[in-house]
């Protein structure tokens, strides 16, 4: 999980960097579409998640494989979910950095959602927390419970966030 959070990190300044270092007028110079632009933008930043947040259950696996007593059941399915859960987090970072275009703002909102209000939740409501939470979510989806809702759970938080920075991106004036 602390991978996912360094993703949605990573995810943001893809981002919302541009917007924070004013490079994104270079970038809309070279290509106005920006539909475009973000699609190739989330590509890449998916692609990156998933092969970090890959290498990073790769390297834990050698840990574990130092234990001779580990048992490898569902080892193969845990790293396709950390994979999943890279893709994931790095998309929802960049999506919500379009949307903020301020790198420090967007990063701020992002902890304090994930690391302030969702812990919080889950103290204080836990069948609400369990129906939000990503992080969750995933942990569901790599245990095999309740696979459906934990997609739909991450489609939303995908799904949403990816609306808020195209339509917020489309209408921002580059300057």
Known sequence: MLT????????????????????????????PRRGWVMAAKAAAVALMGAGVAAVAAGISALLV??????????GGRAILMVAV??????LIGADVGAAVGNT????????????GLLPVLQVVKPEVADKID????????????HPALSITILAVWVGVAMVAGAVINRRRAVQ
Request: proline share 4%; glycine share 14%; charged share 10%.
């Open 4 to 31: 996912a959070l360094v993703l949605v990190s990573l995810g943001v300044l893809s981002t919302a960097g541009e917007w924070s270092h004013g490079s994104v007028q270079t970038t809309f110079l070279l290509e």
């Open 65 to 74: 494989a130092m234990e001779p007593s580990a048992s490898w059941d569902g």
């Open 85 to 90: 859960a890279g893709a994931t987090f790095s």
């Open 104 to 115: 420090p703002g967007a990063l701020t909102g992002i902890c304090l959602l994930d690391l």
């Open 134 to 145: 990503p992080g969750n979510a995933i942990l569901s989806l790599a245990q095999g419970d």
